[in-house]
C-alpha cells in the first residue's frame, strides 16, 4: 500500500498550489479520502474530506471556498487545489485513506511540504 503526494513547494501569500496523492496497493474506489495539515507545534488538521464516489465533500472552515479537494477513482488520485493562500496554511500536509467496514483500514502518505511566505 502506497499513498504517494506530490505538489508542494514555496509559494507566496495569494498564490496557489495543487497537491496530489497517488494511491496503488488498495482498492482506491472503496476508500473515503482526507487531506491532513500539521504545522509545527500543532496537532494535525483535518483539512477535506471526499467520500469514496466523490458526491461529498466537507472542509475546514479555515480553508472554506479557498481550497477544492477532488478526485479521479479512475486513476486513482486525489488531489488538493489550494488557492489564495496564506501564512497560516503553512504546514506539512498528508493524504490520508480510510474505510470502516468491521473495523478500520487506514492508509497515510509521508507528507509533503507547504509553505506560504513572501
Known amino acids: 500500500v502506497q499513498l504517494v503526494e506530490s505538489g508542494g513547494g514555496l509559494v507566496q501569500p495569494g498564490g496557489s498550489l495543487r497537491l496530489s496523492c497517488a494511491a496503488s496497493?488498495?482498492?482506491?474506489?472503496?476508500?473515503?479520502m482526507k487531506w491532513y495539515r500539521q504545522a509545527p507545534g500543532k496537532d494535525r488538521e483535518l483539512v477535506a474530506f471526499i467520500s469514496n464516489g466523490g458526491s461529498t465533500t466537507t472542509y475546514a472552515d479555515s480553508v472554506k471556498g479557498r481550497f477544492t479537494i477532488s478526485r479521479d477513482n479512475a486513476k486513482n488520485t486525489m488531489s488538493l487545489q489550494m488557492n489564495s493562500l496564506k501564512p497560516e496554511d503553512t504546514a506539512v500536509y498528508y493524504c490520508?485513506?480510510?474505510?470502516?467496514?468491521?473495523?478500520?483500514?487506514?492508509?497515510w502518505g509521508q507528507g509533503i511540504q507547504v509553505t506560504v511566505s513572501s
Open positions: 496497493g488498495f482498492t482506491f474506489s472503496w476508500f473515503n
Open positions: 490520508n485513506a480510510v474505510r470502516v467496514i468491521g473495523q478500520v483500514y487506514e492508509y
